[in-house]
């Protein structure tokens, strides 16, 4: 089960990959969204990601724009469960009905628990 997460915060990235890391996921990093589009078009050493958790406020693209991305690529496995973390209540309140793999929206700062569920979750939606 792997899961790539694109966020610019370095700390962000380490707290999620080493919860995820000890419970035996397997973590693709990327620091902005343009990074996170090649690692999902190529993966990383054979891996590619099963899901995927996603900030919204990127350097360059941001979340939204690289949903639309995701969405527009034929390289990119279409059905990707997201699990999208952001820091602004406005961007979690926006409706995600015009992106069918978002799974679920948290909102910064997120506990483990959050953070655990959410992508368990996003990993039932795949293998349902």
Same mark, same amino acid.
């Given at each position: 089960m792997t899961v790539l !997460?694109?966020?610019? @915060?370095?700390?962000?990235?380490k707290f999620a990959a080493?919860?995820?890391?000890?419970?035996?996921?397997?973590?693709?990093?990327a620091g902005?969204? @343009?990074?996170?589009?090649?690692?999902?078009?190529h993966g990383t050493a054979g891996d590619v990601?099963?899901?995927l958790l996603l900030d919204i406020k990127l350097p360059g693209m941001?979340?939204?724009?690289?949903?639309?991305?995701?969405a527009g690529d034929p390289d990119v496995p279409q059905n990707i469960p997201v699990v999208i973390?952001?820091?602004?209540?406005?961007?979690?309140? !926006?409706?995600?009905?015009?992106y069918?793999?978002?799974?679920?929206?948290?909102?910064?700062?997120?506990?483990?628990?959050q953070l655990l569920r959410a992508v368990q979750n996003a990993f039932t939606r795949v293998t349902n």
């Open positions: !997460i694109v966020d610019d @915060e370095a700390n962000i990235r080493a919860n995820l890391t000890r419970r035996g996921y397997r973590v693709i990093e902005d969204a @343009e990074e996170g589009l090649e690692r999902l078009r990601a099963e899901v941001s979340g939204w724009n690289l949903l639309e991305a995701i973390m952001t820091a602004s209540v406005t961007d979690a309140s !926006i409706s995600t009905a015009a069918p793999n978002v799974v679920e929206v948290l909102v910064k700062p997120v506990s483990t628990d």
